[in-house]
């Protein structure tokens, strides 16, 4: 049609526009101008992933720093490889003044290690010159009761100014555990004491509010850990016995016992199923007891040597100190199933929720430490390298951590909050962005880097030589004194090469246009 209605000079036009604008299509192409289009269709990938760990998943927790008890140094993340000369045993929560009290030996004394809850610094070390044990806060009059292993002592410290202001002499102690009662006021010491016929009985001796000793309970058997049942008003105490006995609170008389496993230690009161849980050391097994009827509902099987348990009110999980596999085992309350371990310190033993900052602290008795771990969910943020060769090594650096890839993504796992990064050098190329801040909110987010090919140019001012670059392999041009600065490639975004090439077709139809009509 277009060689019979134009003339051969309309024609050549025609073919020259043509050819023009093919041109321009394939350098488009040529300059790798589709790059935009492909880095946004990376990046809607990335933001579609949701990708997010196991730990957020079950919201059992981490370990998110670890505390040197004798310089105070906090380290973040799991660091079992510390060991200090403290060996901590037992923890206690002053909700007066948000302080954790840390019961802990050093040689053949004792050492309490404040520290505050707030910002997990040691605020004081108090040293007691018998070895200690358990350890209490009575929230009547504000002291924190501690008990001496083999001293027969109780150390009163006041934690007004975290001072010891009193002791009181309560017999020979073995295994000894402390234990306040909301019910009536009463701290109850499990203890080995001479009774009336000048024998050595088991049992616990009752203190009041006044620090004043009101009675002893023959329990006949060594006593070690208890806690206290709301709903019915029971103190359940673990015994040599491998039993748990039942004290009632009202008038303090034995009521009965339930036979558990091999060496029961820890024991705790669940307040959102009413179950009593005990960590049977030689068992390794936790058995569950049903408060109501007291009657054992069966066996969980923890790590080894589990000794001391815990309660978080927030996820409803117990936590279990394994102390001969340097775990905590989480159980789901719910099914009394495990859901999940974390591994802290070396021989964990106490553990202790702190309800201001949702935080667990464990002893490690062997490792001088605290693990503190974090019940918030881990959320992952993915870095997704674009434009390097297959096989080449980048970095990040997320909140102090540095992470190095030969693939194309990195990734970290991070509470909510806000985190600095920065991109680590790839020679022969830039990166954008390079660095930033990242804000995690509730949800796992991606971030993708673009790194861009460059050209090093070196000018040459005086006397000029030919030098390898080791890193790179290519020739540079340098001289005594010179400056380099790379020349990132000029890449031009495909919407203005798609705009000049509309254009030109545009134009060739209007002067085709214009040439019919004229003819």
């Given at each position: 049609?277009?060689t019979?209605?134009m003339?051969?000079n309309?024609?050549?036009i025609?073919?020259m526009?043509m050819?023009?604008i ?10 790798n ?16 992933q949701?990708?997010q ?8 927790g981490?370990?998110?720093?670890t505390?040197d008890?004798?310089?105070g140094?906090l380290?973040?993340?799991n660091v079992?490889?510390?060991?200090t000369?403290i060996?901590?045993l037992?923890?206690a929560?002053?909700?007066e003044?948000?302080?954790?009290y840390?019961?802990?030996q050093?040689g ?11 910002n997990d610094t040691v605020v004081?070390n ?5 070895i200690?044990?358990?350890?209490v ?5 504000g ?6 292993q083999?001293s027969g002592?109780?150390?009163?410290i006041?934690?007004?100014n975290?001072?010891v202001i ?9 295994n000894?555990?402390?234990l306040?009662?909301?019910e ?5 010491v499990s203890?080995?004491?001479l009774?009336?016929s ?5 049992g616990?001796v ?5 620090n004043?000793i009101?009675?002893k309970?023959?329990?006949g058997?060594?006593p070690y850990?208890m ?7 029971y ?5 040599s016995?491998n ?5 009632n ?5 034995v009521?009965?016992n339930?036979t ?5 230690k820890g ?7 009413g179950y009593?849980?005990v960590a049977?050391?030689a068992?390794?097994?936790?058995t569950v007891i ?10 969980i099987t923890?790590?080894?040597n589990p000794?001391?348990?815990e ?7 117990i936590y279990v100190t ?7 085992t ?6 009394n199933?495990v859901?999940?371990?974390?591994t802290?310190?070396e021989c964990?033993?106490?553990?202790l929720y702190?309800?201001?900052n ?5 002893a490690?008795?062997?490792s001088?430490t ?12 993915t870095?997704?390298?674009?434009g390097l060769?297959p096989?080449t ?13 030969t693939t194309?993504?990195?990734?970290f796992e991070?509470?909510?909050g806000i985190y600095?990064?920065?991109?680590g050098?790839?020679?022969?190329y ?7 801040k990242i804000?995690?909110s ?11 090919s ?5 000018a040459s ?30 890449v ?6 798609l705009?000049?090439?509309l254009?030109?077709?545009v134009?060739?139809?209007?002067v ?8």
């Amino acid at each position: 049609f277009l060689t019979h209605t134009m003339n051969r000079n309309v024609t050549v036009i025609l073919i020259m526009s043509m050819l023009l604008i093919s041109e321009l299509a394939i350098f488009g192409m040529n300059k790798n101008l589709t790059q935009p289009f492909v880095n946004n269709l990376v990046s809607k990938a990335a933001s579609s992933q949701g990708i997010q760990s196991n730990s957020s998943a079950s919201n059992v927790g981490y370990v998110k720093y670890t505390l040197d008890l004798v310089n105070g140094t906090l380290f973040n993340g799991n660091v079992p490889n510390v060991c200090t000369p403290i060996s901590p045993l037992a923890l206690a929560y002053d909700p007066e003044n948000g302080y954790i009290y840390v019961v802990g030996q050093c040689g053949i004394s004792g050492i309490v290690t404040v520290i505050n809850g707030k910002n997990d610094t040691v605020v004081k070390n108090i040293s007691i010159g018998q070895i200690i044990e358990g350890i209490v806060y009575d929230p009547e009059n504000g002291y924190i009761y501690v008990v001496g292993q083999t001293s027969g002592f109780i150390y009163i410290i006041d934690g007004k100014n975290n001072t010891v202001i009193g002791n009181i002499f309560v017999g020979l102690l073995v295994n000894c555990e402390i234990l306040y009662d909301p019910e009536n006021g009463y701290i109850y010491v499990s203890s080995i004491y001479l009774n009336s016929s000048i024998v050595f009985v088991g049992g616990l001796v009752v203190i009041n509010s006044n620090n004043t000793i009101i009675g002893k309970i023959n329990i006949g058997m060594i006593p070690y850990a208890m806690t206290y049942d709301p709903e019915n008003g029971y103190i359940y105490v673990t015994t040599s016995a491998n039993t748990v006995v039942m004290i009632n609170g009202k008038n303090n008389t034995v009521i009965g016992n339930i036979t558990v496993g091999e060496c029961p230690k820890g024991i705790l009161y669940d307040p959102e199923n009413g179950y009593i849980y005990v960590a049977n050391y030689a068992s390794d097994t936790v058995t569950v007891i049903n408060g109501k009827n007291n009657t054992v509902i069966g066996d969980i099987t923890v790590g080894k040597n589990p000794y001391g348990i815990e309660y978080d009110p927030e996820n409803g999980y117990i936590y279990v100190t394994d102390s001969g596999s340097n775990l905590v085992t989480v159980i789901n309350g719910k099914n009394n199933t495990v859901i999940g371990n974390i591994t802290v310190g070396e021989c964990p033993k106490g553990i202790l929720y702190d309800p201001e900052n949702g935080y667990i602290y464990v002893a490690n008795y062997a490792s001088g430490t605290i693990s503190i771990i974090s019940t918030s969910p881990l959320y992952t943020i993915t870095f997704i390298e674009n434009g390097l060769p297959p096989g080449t090594k980048w970095s990040v650096t997320l909140n102090g951590t540095t992470k190095t890839s030969t693939t194309n993504t990195i990734t970290f796992e991070e509470p909510s909050g806000i985190y600095s990064y920065v991109i680590g050098n790839v020679s022969g190329y830039i990166t954008s962005p390079s660095s930033g801040k990242i804000i995690v909110s509730n949800k796992s987010l991606d971030q993708v880097i673009i790194f861009t090919s460059v050209t090093h140019r070196v000018a040459s001012t005086t006397s000029n030589e030919v030098i390898s670059n080791t890193s790179t392999s290519t020739k540079h041009i340098v001289s005594t004194t010179f400056s380099t600065q790379p020349t990132p490639t000029s890449v031009i975004p495909i919407e203005l090469y798609l705009i000049v090439v509309l254009a030109a077709l545009v134009i060739v139809l209007v002067v085709l246009f214009i040439i019919i009509r004229k003819r």
